[in-house]
């Protein structure tokens, strides 16, 4: 567990100087301290390939960046090695389990994530958001939608659940539905945004109070 403490500590000092020498000295305290980093834990069972996930991380990466927070993922079978424990889990699963897990959970053919806040751990049913048909619903008049930034959308949308009270909101990221038309980026509302950065704040002071 110390291991991944000290993973966490440096990798946030070096996000924190990569992002002060993109700014003006003046405004590079306020960058320090409006930072919020998170690191999550990818566990593909899908055997998603690597540029595809990489794809997906960044979009997912994006929309979290726009409350200001960064998003640091950390492949399982790394996380495993380093035995770094990570609040947040996003497990990509194999169509087989995720076929299962759908029978046993009741959910809908539509339904492309699963959050379970108790653990810390969200499930995405990989084989329908590859699946979906996405020329049937492009109108033409947006960039049209594709695997990556559905599944970075969907990512986002279940570490969301993970983080927030339950329920969807009307507008965003947590609304019920993705925007299947548009690939148009959209990230959490005022108050989703303000909550998922107190905790994360508040989960943070706890573990640095934890390491003294």
Do not use: C
Request: negative net charge; charged residues 25%.
């Amino acid at each position: 567990m110390k291991r991944g403490v000290d993973m966490a500590r440096a990798l946030f000092a070096g996000i924190s100087v990569a992002a002060a020498l993109l700014v003006p000295t003046s405004a590079a305290a306020q960058v320090r301290d409006a930072m919020l980093v998170i690191i999550v834990r990818i566990d593909d069972k899908a055997g998603i390939e690597g540029s595809l996930l990489k794809l997906a991380e960044s979009r997912a990466g994006e929309v979290f960046a726009m409350i200001g927070i960064h998003i640091a993922w950390i492949d399982g079978h790394e996380a495993n090695r380093l035995e770094f424990v990570t609040p947040y889990t996003v497990v990509l699963m194999a169509e087989a389990s995720s076929s299962l897990k759908a029978r046993i959970d009741r959910i809908g053919p539509d339904v492309m994530g699963q959050g379970a806040p108790l653990i810390g751990r969200a499930y995405i049913y990989y084989e329908r958001v590859r699946d979906f048909d996405y020329d049937h619903v492009h109108d033409f008049k947006f960039p049209p939608r594709d695997i990556a930034t559905t599944l970075g959308d969907v990512m986002a949308h279940e570490l969301g659940h993970l983080m927030l009270p339950p329920g969807h909101s009307k507008s965003g990221i947590m609304r019920p539905f993705i925007n299947m038309t548009s690939r148009h980026l959209e990230t959490f509302t005022t108050v989703e945004a303000r909550t998922i950065r107190i905790r994360l704040s508040a989960d943070q002071s706890e573990t640095d109070e934890d390491t003294k």
